[in-house]
Structure formats: C-alpha cells, structure tokens
C-alpha cells in the first residue's frame, strides 16, 4: 500500500520530506530578506523553497511577505 505514500510524494515535488509549515515559518522573514537583498535565497533556505512550492497556504505567505517588506517595511503605510 505505497500508493498513498507515492501521491503524497507527488504533490510534495521530488525533493523528499520538505520543512513543514512551521519550520519554514520560522525562517521566512529571513528567506524573504535575502530574496530581496539579491542573495540565493533557495539556496540558502531550500528546505523552505521546496516549502513553499509544496504549500499554497506558506506560498500566500511568503508573497505577502515580499510585498510587505518590498514596500517599505511595516508600519510606514498611509
Ligand atoms: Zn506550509
């Protein structure tokens, strides 16, 4: 009974296991930073690459993250 295990595999991407969300979480701010300072960010952090791909709800995060921050920080909106 490997099929369950194989669709799983399948929709997580090649890569094995990935981060899981809370993990990932926890270094998407710093994932975010150096995406935007221009430094390989997938390389540095591939356990949250592959995260990301692999969870639509960590994607939307991330990305609301990357705008947040590429729009000047927190705060500073008005
Ligand atoms: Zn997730």
Known sequence: MTERRKLLE???G???P???CSDGLEVLDLY???EL???PAAALFPDVAVHILACPDCRED???ML???ASG???EQS
Do not use: F, H, K
């Open 10 to 12: 399948t929709i997580l």
């Open 62 to 64: 991330y990305e609301g």
């Open 14 to 16: 090649p890569g094995g």
């Open 37 to 39: 300072a221009g430094r």
């Open 18 to 20: 990935d981060s899981g």
């Open 73 to 75: 920080g927190q705060g």
């Open 32 to 34: 975010v930073e150096a």
């Open 67 to 69: 705008a947040l921050v």
